[in-house]
């Protein structure tokens, strides 16, 4: 597929900064992968004093850090990371003048986003296509957690194939070098 006209910019932005923007998919240096995870927290934190609401990350009154691990589900949060873990209290006086410095901390966490997808030599065109597949299908078969307020999938919802999609990338966008086994044909996101 090809780069949504907003990942083109990006692209331009972390090239003119001598970021890494590697031409197929991999995994971006430890200093890469450090400083974007960095930024997507300055920015949800952004975004969460713009919207007015606290975050609060304990475990037994003493604080946390946060961990994640990948497994063959995708990416967790270890507990007691869980999102239930974690405490959000929405201030009731929030006004519209912090509306501006949300829709600025939204569009920055896009930017960083994509900017991720670049750092790690992805076209992002059929990874939001893929996903939006996926959310269609939870609102529509899944079923609401009434604590988080986050869709979740129903129990046979299949699990997005993004490993189909960045295989299929390295094969079209680094065809000399080979990685795994060739795919013929993808089911991206059943």
Known sequence: MSRTPHQQRVLHVMQERY??????????????RVSRVKMLMEEVFEFA??????????HDGIDVDYAAVATPEGMQIC???????????????????????MVKACACISVINIGSLVACGIEDAEVLECVDAANLLKVRSGHLD???GKFEESAD???PKFDHVIEAQR???DPNRRYGVTQTEFDFCT
């Not at 990371?81 to 501006?100: E, Q, Y």
């Open 19 to 32: 970021q890494e923007t590697p031409k197929a998919p991999g995994i971006p240096s430890q200093e890469t």
């Open 79 to 101: 507990a007691p990371l869980a999102m239930k873990k974690i405490g959000f209290t929405a201030d009731p006086d929030c006004d519209v003048a912090g509306l501006a410095s």
């Open 146 to 148: 009434p604590e988080t």
């Open 171 to 173: 094969q079209r966008l």
């Open 157 to 159: 919802q299949p699990v």
């Open 49 to 58: 004093a713009a919207a007015g609401v606290e975050i609060t990350v304990s």
